[in-house]
Antibody
């Protein structure tokens, strides 16, 4: 059973770069046909898709965040990461990592999620 | 970007009642790449439905999804106490987006 766990600083200063890591256990991040995603949720609000990286290394980003987001994979550590630059208070949220699949029939949605980690942007 | 609009915002029902949740897309959702998730307070979302109408592994058959194109529905046939939560639709095509959520609360 695959498990995902987010980690990173809980507090980031405005204008700095938010960096989070998602550690995958119970399977190799580089095997199979999957994509690895980041989603965020401000307190009391809905879910916002940030972006995803495929096993192949290709990426898709939310157009509204694209200029500030980078998602990458470290296969040696079985982790993938999120970097969000030039953060403001509006980036304060619970950040989730999740996994979706690719089959011969097409894309599958996010079936496995981490528990989420709260990141607060404040000086 | 495909905008998903969920209605109603809040649904107040009693256990045993039927819940019908709507998700309308601003343009056609390709290949029925429409999913529904359930989220309880303090928890990550849980996948319920994918491909508009297929139940994810372990999801009870009281949950069903239907629809195509731009109009999709999640139905909970008989509400159990553990079903009171927030439900989100998501289109997971080329540039995924989520709806704003529908809260199902106890009447």
């Amino acid at each position: 059973q695959v498990q995902l766990q987010e980690s990173g600083p809980g507090l980031v200063k405005p204008s700095q770069t938010l960096s989070l890591t998602c550690t995958v256990s119970g399977g190799s991040i580089s095997s199979g046909s999957y994509y690895w995603s980041w989603i965020r949720q401000p307190a009391g609000k809905g879910l916002e898709w940030i972006g995803r990286i495929y096993t192949s290394g290709s990426t898709n980003y939310n157009p509204s965040l694209k200029s500030r987001v980078t998602i990458s994979v470290d296969t040696s550590k079985n982790q993938f990461s999120l970097k969000l630059s030039s953060v403001t208070a509006a980036d304060t949220a619970v950040y989730y990592c999740a996994r979706g699949g690719i089959t011969i029939f097409g894309v599958e949605p996010l079936g496995y999620w981490g528990q989420g980690t709260l990141v607060t942007v404040s000086s | 970007e495909i905008v998903l609009t969920q209605s109603p915002g809040t649904l107040s029902l009693s256990p045993g009642e039927r819940a019908t949740l709507s998700c309308r897309a601003s343009q056609s959702v390709s290949s029925s790449y429409l999913a529904w998730y359930q989220q309880k307070p303090g928890q990550a979302p849980r996948l319920l439905i994918y491909g508009a109408s297929s139940r994810a592994t372990g999801i009870p058959d009281r949950f069903s999804g239907s629809g195509s194109g731009t109009d999709f529905t999640l139905t909970i046939s008989r509400l159990e106490p553990e079903d009171f939560a927030v439900y989100y639709c998501q289109q997971y095509g080329s540039s995924p987006t989520f709806g704003q959520g529908t809260k199902v609360e106890i009447k």
